[in-house]
């Protein structure tokens, strides 16, 4: 069955750098785009960054544009997220999901991951 598995999250000081990772199995991996949203307590989820696997076009939220750097293997079906310069505003459960379509024309999300929390605190 489809499936979305993220690994990545951990604790890490302001300034630091994680690298968030989202292995799909189960379906056509060609025919989505994959984004990432996260969800800060009492906040409504963000999409904060997607990738359209047949074009590799990007789209990045504003709150990490400069950031935050989204990349993929197609051989190994990852997408990756890499977090620079975190900050406590950063700390939220972080998930990826399957978005049916592109990143800017997307026609159903389909699949979701776990989610993997990443806390930004000294």
């Known amino acids: 069955q489809a499936q979305l598995v993220e690994s990545g999250g951990d604790l890490v000081q302001p300034g630091g750098s994680l690298r968030l990772s989202c292995a799909a199995s189960?379906?056509?991996?060609?025919?989505?785009?994959i984004g990432w949203f996260r969800q800060a307590p009492g906040k409504e989820r963000e999409r904060i960054s997607c990738?359209?696997?047949?074009?590799?076009?990007?789209t990045y939220a504003d709150s990490v544009k400069g950031r935050f750097t989204i990349s993929k293997d197609n051989a190994k079906h990852t997408v990756y997220l890499q977090m620079n310069s975190l900050n406590p505003e950063d700390t939220a459960v972080y998930s990826c999901?399957?978005?049916?379509?592109?990143?800017?024309?997307?026609?159903?999300?389909?699949?979701w991951g776990q989610g993997t929390q990443v806390t930004v605190s000294s």
């Open positions: 189960g379906f056509t991996w060609e025919l989505y785009g």
């Open positions: 999901a399957a978005m049916w379509g592109t990143c800017n024309a997307v026609y159903s999300t389909d699949y």
């Open positions: 990738i359209t696997i047949s074009d590799n076009s990007t």
